[in-house]
């Protein structure tokens, strides 16, 4: 492949890469997957396990409503471990964990077999049944990983909301889900603190009904409220009898739903991204093992948090269908000390690393010396996810932290989307920054306004052509929303609320969110969730918030508020409204900066144009104002 000519500054794999590589021919693999798109798929199913075959690989007949291997019967928590406790990868790791204090775990799949049965049999017990929902809210410790496979197994649909967010995004999401029982941790420790999980989701429980059992898991061991008859330690149920270490698994239907995933969209309340067992398992399956090139004898580590798609698809359920071994790491990259990740490398002999560009940009501003301290020869690919990398990092993470024999497979993909969409495998020439191409058979635009195709190198909405496995099959309780969300804008496209531009060479280049999203250190919150935060303090009378590029983040959030009469500005007003957005939605969506004004841009219509704002930060021309009210 090293004779392609390709424009601008390109990196071609190094021999070893290639002759490890699982996909060895990509141009030859894309082939395949164009040349039969369902067979593709199909092949790839395969390797899974079903109790009834498909009759169907997809069925388009009520679009955008697809499904996939319709008429299959499956469970994707046997795929992920009955299958291989009967086998010798019984006696493989699944899971290595290791705590922020330091603290060490370590599952095979006998053990993860185990304990999750018993987690499963503790919700039977709690009346817990096919297609119900189980709100789990926890730091990055195993049982996290348990809880979400043990809902899997018994047909349950969890709602993992991540340990970050607080009272009121907490509050909303076992509201929306209806959930009957929330999992929770007593805290989770965050750079030496504690995260007060248990005291957030009692808060949360008193604005929010239906919860009828709530499950404790001891982690950091502080005093805690328990409620008598609602409230009851994991440890304590894990002990009796009912928690025995065989359950019956559900038999479910491909298209059953196996969870939902709260995400932030352009308006209103967030959305509940669904996916179902079928074609989810086959698309994480599958693009993790060609994507990661993964091995049996490999150490995955993918550092994102369980609490977001990342972690769901690539951190529990594609490295167990694969039968990998997956380290999970509980804290921070820089704490204490900014060579953390480097140490746990090392220690662990981590062949494969998956993180995002804020956490490269946080850890290259420390230094090489931190960086080579330290023996990573294990390392043999990178990842990147969750915003577009700057090509400075990506030199320096290719360099410094790879060796400069380690390809990046910079991956584009969303909460919708399930699995990678666009990006290489590890023999495609690289160009920092871009996601390369797309995935065997998926088919991408850019389009204009007008739903023209734009020429290359010209910025417009990314769009997809075609139906995968792993895509969002509905919003769970809203499907005209999803219709409207995701299918209205360009008829029979799926709309991702990026814009992009494609090179000469094919080479895609996300440029970021077109949307109300804003991406702060690659968490996605919506602006409506941080104003309608600012707006329930007694002091706001009207919010707006917007994203500006920052060093670190990639983009940081700032706010513009009205005070209602009887309120002046104030440097503690404004500490006190970042502490409520920080109590409300998380400590991830403070506003940086929050600038008291008397008015706001609006359309005739009311609706803020948060583009005029970010226009006069940036100094940039705002564009067209003729919907400005004056
Ligand atoms: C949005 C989706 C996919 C898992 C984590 C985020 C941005 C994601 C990349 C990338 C440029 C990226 C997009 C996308 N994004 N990966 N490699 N390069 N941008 O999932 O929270 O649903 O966010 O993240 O803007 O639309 P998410």
Known sequence: ??????????????????????????????????????????????????????????????KPFYKWFTGAKTNISFNCLDVHVKTARRNKLALIWEGEKGEFEAMSYYRLHQETCRFANILKSMGVVKGDRVTIYMGRIPEIAIAMLACARIGAIHSVVYGG????????????????????????????????????????????????????????????????????????????????????????????PLFILYTSGTTGKPKAILHTHGGYQVGVYSTLKYVFDLKDEDR????????????????????????????????????????????????????????????????????????????????????????????????????????????IMDTWWQTETGMFMITPTPTVPLKPGSGTKAF????????????????????????????????IRTLW????????QYWSKYPGYYLTGDSAKRDEDGYFWVIGRVDDVIKVSGYRLGTAEIESALVSHKAVAEAAAIGLPHEIKGNAI????????GFEQSDELFEELRQHVGHEVGPIAKPEQIKFVNSLPKTRSGKIMRRVLKAKELGLDPGNLSTLEE
Not at 35 to 47: M, Q, S, T, V
Not at 366 to 382: C, E, K, M, P
Not at 477 to 484: I, L, S, T
């Open 1 to 62: 492949m090293a004779d392609q000519k390709l424009n601008g500054e390109v990196f071609f794999p190094k021999e070893d890469t290639i002759n490890n590589a699982i996909v060895k021919d990509w141009n030859q693999f894309k082939l395949k997957a164009e040349e039969n798109y369902i067979g593709f798929w199909e092949e790839e199913a395969e390797n899974l396990h079903w109790f009834k075959r498909w009759d169907k690989v997809l069925d388009d007949s009520e």
């Open 165 to 256: 967010f607080s009272v009121e995004s907490l509050h909303e999401r076992i509201e929306d889900s209806q959930s009957k029982v929330l999992i929770v941790a007593d805290g989770a420790y965050q750079r030496g603190k504690i995260v007060p999980l248990k005291e957030i989701a009692d808060e949360a429980l008193k604005r929010a009904g239906g919860i009828e059992h709530v499950i404790v898991v001891k982690r950091t061991g502080q005093d805690i409220n328990m409620e008598f008859g609602r409230d009851m330690w994991y440890h304590e149920l894990r002990s009796l009898p009912i928690a025995n270490n065989d359950c019956v698994l559900e038999i479910m239907d491909a298209e059953d």
């Open 300 to 407: 995955y580590w993918c550092a994102a948090d369980p609490g977001w798609i990342t972690g769901h698809s690539y951190i529990v359920y594609g490295p167990l269908l694969n039968g990998a071994t997956s380290f999970m790491y509980e804290g921070a990259p820089n704490y204490p000390y900014p060579n953390r990740y480097w140490q746990m490398i090392e220690k662990y002999g981590i062949n494969i690393l998956y993180t995002s560009p804020t956490a490269i940009r946080g850890l290259m501003r420390f230094g090489d010396a931190w960086v080579n301290r330290h023996d990573l020869s294990s390392l043999r690919i990178l990842g990147s996810v969750g915003e577009p990398i700057n090509p400075e990092a990506w030199k320096w993470y290719y360099k410094t932290v790879g060796k400069g024999k380690c390809p």
């Open 440 to 471: 065997p058979g998926l088919q991408f635009d850019i389009l204009d306004e007008n739903g023209d195709k734009v020429a290359d190198n010209e910025e417009g909405y990314l769009v997809i052509k075609n139906p995968w496995p792993a895509m």
């Open 477 to 484: 309780g809203d499907p005209e929303r999803y219709v409207q």
């Open 558 to 565: 700032y706010a513009y508020v009205i005070l209602r009469a």
